[in-house]
Every structure is written in C-alpha cells, then in structure tokens.
C-alpha cells in the first residue's frame, strides 16, 4: 500500500506522520501525544486527552476529522487495530488490566489473571470514593419522589440490575428498558425527580441527548461513569468514577461491570442506612410476597 493509499484506519501512525504538514499547531501538540503515548490514550476521554495535550477538546475533534474519522471512539479503535498490528497479537480480554491472557497460559493462571483484574477494578474504585460526593449522590436519591436507572448497551444491564437491588427496599426505582422509553420517561420528569445513569465512557450521543431533556425538565442526575470530564460529567449533578480501563476492541468488561456494581452497592447501603427499619419492613414484605414463586 502506497502512501497515498494509507488511510487511518488501515494505518494510523503512518496516516498521521503522513499529514503532520497538514495540522494547526495545536493539532501537531495532539499527534505528538498520540505518537508517544499509543497506548495510554486508548483508554482516554476526549477531555482527558485535551488537557494532557494543553489544548480545548474542540482541537481533538477537529483532529480527528483532519484523520478522515467519524468521531473520537473511531479514532480509538482506529488507535487500538494498529497498537495490536505492530504488536503482532490479538488483543487480550485484560488489555489495560493486570497482564494479557494467552493460549499460553495455564487454567490456573487465567484465573488468576481474572481474578486479579477484577479485584484491582474494585479497589480503583474504592480509592475514587469520596464520603461528600456519595453523600451528595445519597441526597439525591432519598429526596427524588421517583428515580430513573437509565444506560445503553452494556449499562443498561448496568441500570436494571441497581432499580431491581434498591427497588427492594424502595418503590420509586424504574427501570426503562430502551432509549425511547427512557426518552419518554425524561420528558415527564419534574423538579422532584432524579436519574441513575450509568456510561463507561460518558461520551454517548445517547447519553448528551437524555440528559438534556432531563436538566431541561429540573431533574437530578447522578452519573456513574469511568471519566469524571467528559460531554456526559457537563450535565450530571453528581459523578461517581468507577475503576478500571477498558480498551476500544473490549466493548465490555467483567472487570468494568465489577467496578461500577461496587459503585451501585456503596450507593445502595448508604441509601438504606437512612433508615434501615423502612429498608427491612419493604423486604420483608417482598420475600413474603416471592416466598409463593418458590417450591
């Protein structure tokens, strides 16, 4: 393939030390960030990326569109087939955790590795925990007359696995299983309402788009997310990070899902902790009511 020929997505170093010439001067800061730093902007908001460049996400996206790219998340993929390209082997499911399976390793050691990953997942979380921003979370949700969990793609997993666990001590947890119900839902929402949302990355069109609708109607959000700046951490009223770092060629992770359920479940303790007799007299009335579902 000849130089002209050379795409970004067939070859992104190559394409952007092709058309170095062609770059502002703050764009030439972000290929310079990217050619030395490959593999830690993998796992990089788009804000993150700016300020470690020392320039406004606008020069990234503009960046990326000079790199014929879609968006930001293709430049990433992009960014990921050609760090595996030049490694010369497939991308590990623990890329950017704890060490890379491969067909080398032992039964034992996959396990170890995955155990390993997830438990550091959990622990980078518990380190981002601060007492006042999940107080302030808590608050949020204790006073929302209902409260929405809300995500797309693997986080709507996400949400309805937190609106069943504090639908048991709770009634005013929903759940809504799809983007236009949830488009639906935030645009009967009121001053008195609040949404759970959960994104990984927190940069969604889904994501700008609900919760626009939602700020618009006066309502509460909580963000659950891995990147405290990004679009989705604009509109939030609280954000709480998650730990763990999941590439682009990962799509979804055990130990990124680990990390935000660690999340959900200081949040839901915390919550019942306001009034635990409440929490206990709601569950007992619900194990009464599944106790007939049982043999």
Known sequence: MTPQ???AETNIFAYISNSYHNFTTAERKVADYVLSHSTEVQYMSIS??????????????????QLKLKGYNTFKLALA?????????????????EGNIGPEDSFSELCRKLYTAQTAAIGQSRS????????????????????YCMGQGGSLILSW??????????????FSQDSHLQATAAALLTEQDAILFFSYSGSTRDISELMGLAKKRGAKIVLITRFAKSPGAVWADVVLQCGSFEGPLQLSSIPAEMAQLYVVDVLYNEFVRRDPEAA??????????LAEKHL
């Open 280 to 289: 206990r007299k709601n569950q007992e009335l619900i194990a009464e009511a």
């Open 161 to 174: 696995q937190a609106a069943h666990l504090f639908s048991t001590v709770s009634p005013k947890f929903h």
């Open 81 to 97: 087939k050609a760090t595996v390209a030049e490694q010369g082997a497939p991308t590990s499911v623990l890329e950017g955790q």
């Open 5 to 7: 020929q050379q795409t």
């Open 128 to 147: 981002l925990m601060r007492p006042e921003t999940v107080t302030k979370a808590v608050d949020l949700l204790w006073n929302a007359q209902r409260v």
């Open 48 to 65: 993150e990326l700016a300020e470690e460049c020392g320039v406004a996400d606008a020069t990234v996206s503009r960046f990326c569109r």
